[in-house]
């Protein structure tokens, strides 16, 4: 599966942004989709996940109450809506995708278990 990730911009703190995720190649809901972030010098860390099936969620608790991640198996797309953003948002956003399933309640996931990968959109908050 191909991902193309799109959305990233420069918006002030307290602003809000909204990315998509658009896969092509595969059958888009027989994959759990994720999205990561990783800012300068930094490892690249989980943001949130939305499990093939059950369409369960899970975010990170930097970002819990402020984005929400959601699916749409008709149009093979994932977007994270990313609400209140604060400078320590500032990073490359990655979607993924994993054949995995996945539980609620997760507060991490390792990069490693996601197969494939987009190429990153950048999100910049000044503050």
């Known amino acids: 599966v191909q991902l193309q990730a799109s959305g990233g911009g420069l918006v002030q703190a307290g602003g809000f942004l909204r990315l998509s995720c658009a896969a092509s190649?595969?059958?888009?809901?027989?994959?759990?989709m994720g999205w990561f972030r990783q800012a300068p010098g930094k490892e690249r860390e989980f943001v949130a996940v939305?499990?093939?099936?059950?369409?369960?969620?899970s975010l990170a608790d930097s970002v819990k109450g402020r984005f929400t991640i959601s699916r749409d198996n008709a149009k093979n797309t994932a977007d994270l809506q990313m609400n209140s953003l604060n400078p320590e948002d500032t990073a490359v956003y990655y979607c993924?995708?994993?054949?995995?399933?996945?539980?609620?309640?997760?507060?991490?996931?390792?990069?490693?278990?996601?197969?494939?990968w987009g190429q990153g959109t950048q999100v910049t908050v000044s503050s």
């Open positions: 993924a995708a994993s054949q995995r399933r996945f539980s609620s309640g997760l507060h991490s996931i390792n990069p490693n278990v996601f197969a494939y």
């Open positions: 190649g595969g059958s888009f809901s027989l994959y759990s």
């Open positions: 939305i499990s093939r099936g059950s369409g369960i969620t």
